[in-house]
């Protein structure tokens, strides 16, 4: 039985317009080159105001919708993927209430800097960060990813990790050219995402999947980007890819089924989900004349 009709049986279907969203039409599917117009930076730090509490509920401190069962899993393949290593300097850009952060400071000698753009995300990271005694290997303040050289010295960092963050961005390429701006060189950016199944060569599919695309967007404040356009924005502002493939641990729906109950905010796409959206990695690295 599909996904969709399963949570129909068990959840319903509820239809709650989320803080901060609002109606789209026409292309869902993002052009990663252009900017968006269906919503701000602004929009995007009303919502994780308004909704960090039901995250938090839904995920635990780890905000991962593509992941395995294993919180500890998941935060070692992405240790792993982004070659984290002692004696680094990383951002995270979009950190949530800085649970991966949190994690990475408790395993590796590591100094992480930690942005994010909603206010009750940095009381809430703040709070467990003092918590856990780590004021002196994380710091966090709130601010949008669009304008990283504002707050970090170029060539700052060894690492910057956008995780499941990149796709509220208005515009990627200012995102991305900033984030190269604080990289150091052969600094690597770790992005792990999710973006639109390319289906330009079968237009029926694109027709069915636009749809789905369009409530996914409309409930969490997202537009996905393409594949092709997301690989030649980070290819054209001096990244060298070294790696881009599909996360290779055993993804589990278990952890966003529940943030669905918490929330009650149900996506129920038409189409399987897998044939609407899907998770990409990708590991760059900044070549040193880039600027």
């Not at 930076?41 to 509920?57: G, K, P």
């Not at 952890?255 to 009650?264: D, G, P, V």
């Amino acid at each position: 039985m599909k996904l969709p009709e399963r949570l129909k049986k068990v959840f319903g279907i509820p239809d709650v317009k989320p803080p901060g969203s609002s109606p789209m039409s026409g292309e869902q599917v993002r052009n990663a080159r252009t900017p968006i117009k269906h919503h701000s930076a602004a929009d995007v730090a009303h919502y994780y105001n308004e909704w960090t509490e039901r995250y938090l509920q839904g995920f635990g401190e780890v905000f991962q919708g593509a992941r395995p069962d294993s919180t500890e899993e998941l935060l070692n393949y992405i240790m792993s993927s982004a070659r984290i290593e002692n004696g680094q300097r990383i951002l995270d850009a979009g950190c949530g209430v800085c649970g991966p952060a949190i994690w990475f400071a408790e395993h590796f000698d590591v100094r992480i800097d930690a942005i994010t753009i909603s206010e009750v995300q940095v009381a809430e990271a703040t709070k467990r960060i003092q918590e856990k005694g780590l004021q002196d290997r994380i710091t966090v303040r709130q601010g949008d990813f669009h304008r990283l050289s504002e707050y970090y010295p170029p060539d700052t960092f060894d690492r910057v990790l956008f995780l499941e963050t990149l796709c509220h961005a208005e515009d990627y390429r200012p995102v991305l050219t900033e984030a190269r701006t604080v990289l150091k060189p052969y600094g690597f950016l770790y992005i792990k995402d999710y973006y639109c199944v390319d289906y330009r060569a079968w237009p029926e599919m694109r027709a069915q999947q636009q749809p789905d695309l369009e409530e996914l967007n409309r409930l969490y404040c997202l537009v996905m980007p393409d594949l092709p356009s997301i690989v030649d924005v980070i290819s054209e502002l001096g990244f060298d890819l070294v790696c881009m493939r599909h996360p290779t641990y055993t993804y589990s729906p278990a952890i966003w089924e529940n943030f669905m109950r918490k929330s009650n905010q149900f996506w129920l796409p038409k189409m399987d989900p897998v044939r609407v959206i899907k998770t990409m990695e990708f590991l760059a690295m900044r070549e040193p004349f880039a600027r």
